[in-house]
């Protein structure tokens, strides 16, 4: 097999939650120009509808739309099952949904901790544990989990505690899984960006205080792009990932190296 080969992953089906616009529209997209089918799943179903019609058309793979809230055991349960009926297996799942609450500890409301918490940890687990299920079966599969470098660091000067404790939950949940599922041939693997440029964050770098706060930091002098994570999630989705496990790819532009 030749390196270019081994990146390719034509017949392969994945799902990537949270996948309707932004990170993990970039990254299905990805997915699918290196060959795999793919589940756009999010709980906005009709963008989740325009954008497997217009990645089916322009990439000429196979990409179903399919509505659920990550953080409820029953709809997880059943996109697996739509999944599975739609595509016929489970080869990659990139747990991408996240959502974000700005608060000071001392003023968040149990509801907004149990929000963010919901959606960016139990909803990784609740994936996992049923998209891993079937790997187990089938003795084979990759997982690529959405953490954050908020998983590392402390950011300023947004209060984000649910999101930091998350993202680093996040983290040894990866770890663990991976040591659980390394003897079904499962690889789980963890993506943390910096700070990425999409829809939801554009208007924070027109702010003079985030800029100097986010940028100036920031080696690269720039937040990341959307597409820059794409090399990444195809490699840890293919055969050139083989033998890594557990491992927490850091994509920030160089941000926590200072």
Known sequence: ???LDM???????????????????????ALGEAGANVAIVDINLDLAKDVAGEFSERLGRKFIAIKADVTVKEEVDRMVEDVISGLGCIDILVNNAGI?????????????WDDVIDVNLTGVFLCSQAAGRRMIEQ???????????SGLIVNY?????????????VIMLTKSLAVEWARYNINVNAIAPGYMKTAMTAPFFEEEEYRRLWLEPTPMKRPGEPEELCGTVVYLASDASSFMTGQVLVIDGGYTLL
């Open 7 to 29: 990146f390719k992953l034509d017949g392969r089906n994945a799902i990537v939650t949270g996948a309707a616009q932004g990170l993990g529209k970039a990254m299905a997209q």
């Open 139 to 149: 003795r084979r599969g990759r997982i690529i989990n959405m953490a954050s470098m």
């Open 157 to 169: 000067p947004q209060p984000q505690v649910s999101y930091n404790a998350s993202k680093a939950g």
């Open 100 to 112: 974000v609450r700005h608060s000071p500890a001392e003023d968040m409301s149990k509801k907004d």
């Open 1 to 3: 097999m030749s390196i």
